[in-house]
């Protein structure tokens, strides 16, 4: 109901060598080698993105699978500009917005050394739409694709058919939530060993332990990726995976688990820590049932609205750093859009330098 947005996303890096990075030009080679160490706050049910509703399956198993695109990951904000190819070389729109053609890249190979075709594409969006011939244990993004009506191949194209025009639609398809499976893989293997076509190569999965990728030899993409591998560590405490990124066991913290007073502690614990102030996508909600007692009473939840202290919550939880619901509206509606970081809430990651580059994925 009454929405108080926080605006902070914090990321520390720590040590010379990664400060040298962080300055390079974009130009210079990255150094390849090494183990990027980082940690999640749950174990995932399973390792297959299109049946897990939350990120900590997301998060570790993206970098084992591509998209069709995918949005730029050097972009501090999702732009529909911004998409960028991967499994598709290119895309295209009909006349009147009603079907979305992609045309395959070539040559790339599942990590078990099947060729990946046009038919991967279209298996993934049946078996999404619940047209398979297997089916998803769970399918929390199935309402993506309400509008989607049809998946076409022809030779090395792939055509997304809609019931009606949504230009927004390929944004769908450039999230972390949409990779492609293959097609000679039943969905219940890919739970517990998942295949993909992406930069690194699935290894094990401990359940409350680790999960480990490792560095795919053969990627389609030249060089990449430039880590050897990635560990990620399974630590539902946040205070223990804090104290444990301070004492140097991780490069890196889960993007969502440290808030601007936890900040400040690292700062002080870790000196050579850098923090970096941005946008993220989280907020801070007061909801009501208001079919219940006496919430059903519009002038119940106005009152409740009226009563929020929404400076006092910023100043609280995120130290100030954070804008309330209706100043972010108002500051959209005279800038013409969501700009700067008016719309963007808070969220926190921390990051020492690992001796290698920064970036896990392709």
Not at 31 to 44: C, H, N, V
Not at 225 to 230: G, K, V
């Amino acid at each position: 109901m009454n929405r108080l947005l926080r605006r902070l996303k914090i990321v520390v890096i720590a040590g010379a060598g990664l400060f040298i990075i962080a300055l390079a030009s974009p130009a210079m080679a990255q150094k390849a080698g090494g183990t990027l160490r980082i940690f999640q706050y749950d174990s995932p049910a399973s390792m297959s993105i299109h049946e897990e509703a939350l990120n900590s399956a997301e998060n570790p198993a993206m970098a084992v699978f591509n998209n069709l695109v995918l949005f730029d990951q050097h972009q501090a904000q999702n732009r529909l500009d911004g998409i960028q190819p991967e499994l598709a070389t290119q895309w295209s729109w009909n006349a009147d917005g009603t079907a979305l053609t992609f045309r395959i890249r070539e040559g790339v190979k599942w990590h078990d050394g099947e060729p990946f075709t046009a038919a991967d594409v279209q298996c993934t969006w049946n078996l999404i739409l619940g047209r398979g011939n297997g089916q998803l244990r769970a399918n929390p993004r199935k309402s993506w694709y309400r509008n989607l009506d049809t998946v076409t191949v022809d030779g090395d194209s792939v055509t997304f058919r809609l019931k009606r025009p949504q230009p927004t639609f390929i944004a769908l398809l450039a999230s972390g939530y949409s990779p492609v499976y293959p097609c000679h893989v039943a969905p219940q293997e890919l739970r517990q060993h998942p295949i993909g076509t992406g930069p690194f190569k699935f290894v094990s999965y401990e359940p409350n332990e680790a999960i480990r990728l490792t560095r795919n030899e053969q990627y389609w993409k030249p060089g990449r990726p430039y880590l050897d591998s990635i560990e990620w560590s399974i630590i539902p405490n946040r205070a223990t995976a804090i104290l444990a990124f301070v004492a140097r066991k991780f490069d890196m913290t889960f993007p969502f688990g440290v808030n601007v007073p936890v900040m400040k502690n690292i700062k002080s614990e870790a000196p050579d820590a850098r923090c970096e102030l941005a946008a993220a996508n989280q907020s801070t909600n007061l909801i009501v049932n208001r079919e219940a007692a006496p919430f059903e009473d519009p002038a119940i939840r106005r009152a409740m609205a009226l009563a929020l202290d929404r400076k006092s919550f910023i100043g609280i939880l995120a130290e100030g750093e954070g804008i309330s619901a209706a100043q972010c509206n108002r500051r959209r509606k005279a800038s013409g859009g969501c700009r700067s970081r008016c719309c963007a809430p808070c969220q926190a990651t921390v990051q020492t330098s690992p001796k290698t580059a920064p970036k896990p994925a392709s």
